[in-house]
Each structure stands twice: as structure tokens, then as C-alpha cells.
């Protein structure tokens, strides 16, 4: 989810360093939804420790996370703009048409 929303300011002209403190701010939901169902998890997997820490690290947001798959972005389709059009199929005037005018 925090990728997702990352490319889609990022699509509507949010600038890259706002798009990342956006996805940074993201971390105190998702540790409050963490903390919530990590009890669940833990009794759901009981002395599967691996199974507890993937979930953990699904859940999880950091800097590093965001940095890879945009690096990976980069080096795999030259740009987040062409990933967001070639892959994602995003038509960015339209997009911008319909959540900023």
C-alpha cells in the first residue's frame, strides 16, 4: 500500500522527497495495525518464529523498502514515469485531470 500510494502522488506531480516523507509517515499506522494484530499472528503461528518475523516485515515500512523498488523501477523501465505508463498503463494527464482540476 505505501508503494502504491508513493507512485500515485508521484504521478500526480507530488515532488519525490514529499512522496517519500509521505510513505516515511505511513509507519505510524502501520504500527499501530502491527501492534494490533501481531498478537493474532503470533497465537495463529504459535513456535513458527520465521512465519511471525514475515509478517513483521510485510508490515513494516522503512526507507530501505521504498529505496529498492525504486532503484528496481530504475534500472528495470529507465524511470518511474515510464513504469508508471508502460506497466501500470497510468494515463497521467487524466489522472491529473480528475484529482486536480
Not at 59 to 67: H, Q, R, S
Not at 76 to 83: L, V
Request: hydrophobic fraction near 45%; proline fraction near 1%.
Amino acid at each position: 500500500a505505501g508503494l502504491a500510494a508513493f507512485l500515485l502522488e508521484y504521478a500526480l506531480g507530488v515532488s519525490y522527497d514529499d512522496c517519500v516523507k509521505d510513505y516515511l509517515y505511513s509507519v505510524v499506522e502501520m504500527d499501530r495495525y502491527q501492534q494490533s494484530v501481531l498478537p493474532l499472528i503470533k497465537a495463529h503461528y504459535k513456535d513458527d518464529n520465521e512465519a511471525v518475523q514475515s509478517f513483521i516485515d510485510a508490515y513494516t515500512v522503512k526507507i530501505e523498502y521504498l529505496e529498492e523498488a525504486i532503484k528496481f523501477i530504475n534500472e528495470k523501465y529507465d524511470s518511474i514515469d515510464n513504469f508508471l505508463v508502460s506497466v501500470l498503463k497510468v494515463d497521467i494527464d487524466k489522472l491529473r485531470k480528475i484529482y486536480l482540476e
